[in-house]
C-alpha cells in the first residue's frame, strides 16, 4: 500500500508502502535492493542511528515506532532538476494525472522511464509546446524558472551539498511556483537531509494530533514544541509520523 502525502506525491514518488503484516522489524528502513538506507556523512540521515535516538528521545514516537514495522524507501536520484521538475508537476494533481503529464512532458524531448531533459533542453522550448504536455500555464512559468535558476548556476548539486537547510530553502523558494513545503520535500527525500520538520505539513499536524491527544489540529508553535526532543532526527520522526496516518507518498 503506498503513501500518500498531503498536497504532493513527494512521498509516493518515493516508493514508501506498508508491508504485509505490522510486525517489527531490526532495520525499520530498507532500501528496495535489501540494504540499509542510511547513509553516511553529517548532512544525511542514518535511519537506524535516527530510530534509535527517537525512540529514547519521545515515548509517544517510540510506540509509533513499534507499531509501524518496515518501510521500504526507493534510494534518490541523483538529479536535483528533475526531482524539484517532478514536484512542480505533480502539485495540486492526483498521481494518475500527474504521472501522464510527467510522461508527455518526458516525451516532449524523446524520452522516457528514469531519463530526464536538461534545463539547457528546457529553455529553448515555447510555452505552447511545454504546454501541449498538458502543463498550466502557471507550471510552465514555474518550470521555466527552475531551469533558469539552474542555467544561470544559482541552483546546482554542488550548492545543495554545502548549504544549510534554510539557505536552500532560502533559494529555491526564488523560482516562481516553489514554496517552503515544496523546499522541505526536496530537503528529506531527495537531499535525505536529517532533521527536517514541515511545521504546515497536514499529515504530520493531523498524526501528532492523534498520538499526542490533542482536542485540535496543532499550530506551528505547537509542533515545533511537540518535535524539539527529536532533533537533531526530526526527517525520520516525520516519516513514521506519516506512516501512522497512511499518508500515501510519491
Not at 156 to 179: K, M, P, Y
Amino acid at each position: 500500500m503506498g503513501v500518500r502525502c498531503c498536497g504532493g506525491s513527494w512521498l509516493a514518488r518515493l516508493g514508501c508502502k506498508r508491508p504485509s503484516s505490522f510486525a517489527l522489524a531490526r532495520l525499520p528502513f530498507r532500501a528496495r535492493n535489501g540494504k540499509t538506507v542510511g547513509m553516511t556523512g553529517p548532512r544525511v540521515f542514518d535511519l537506524d542511528q535516527s530510530v534509535a535516538f527517537l525512540r529514547r528521545a519521545d515515548p509517544v514516537l517510540a510506540e509509533v515506532i513499534e507499531r509501524a514495522g518496515a518501510i521500504e524507501v526507493r534510494p534518490r536520484g541523483p538529479n536535483p532538476f528533475q526531482a524539484l521538475s517532478r514536484s512542480i508537476i505533480f502539485q495540486q494533481l492526483s498521481g494518475t494525472a500527474a504521472g501522464a503529464i510527467y510522461r508527455k512532458f518526458q516525451a516532449l524531448f524523446g524520452l522516457e522511464g528514469e531519463a530526464f531533459p536538461t534545463p539547457e533542453q528546457v529553455l529553448p522550448l515555447d510555452d505552447e509546446t511545454l504546454r501541449s504536455a498538458g502543463l498550466s500555464r502557471q507550471k510552465v512559468a514555474s518550470i521555466r524558472s527552475l531551469s533558469e535558476h539552474f542555467v544561470s548556476g544559482e541552483l546546482g548539486s554542488e550548492q545543495f551539498e554545502h548549504w544549510e537547510d534554510e539557505e536552500i530553502i532560502a533559494h529555491l523558494t526564488r523560482v516562481r511556483g516553489v514554496g517552503r513545503w515544496t523546499a522541505e520535500m526536496f530537503l528529506m527525500f531527495h537531499l535525505r537531509r536529517p532533521d527536517v520538520l514541515p511545521v504546515n505539513d497536514l499529515g504530520i499536524n493531523r498524526a501528532i494530533m492523534k498520538r499526542y491527544g490533542l482536542d485540535a489540529m496543532p499550530k506551528a508553535d505547537r509542533v515545533k514544541a511537540i518535535g524539539e526532543p527529536w532533533r537533531p532526527h526530526a526527517t525520520v520522526a516525520c516519516l513514521y509520523l506519516w506512516r501512522s496516518e497512511d499518508v500515501k507518498t510519491p
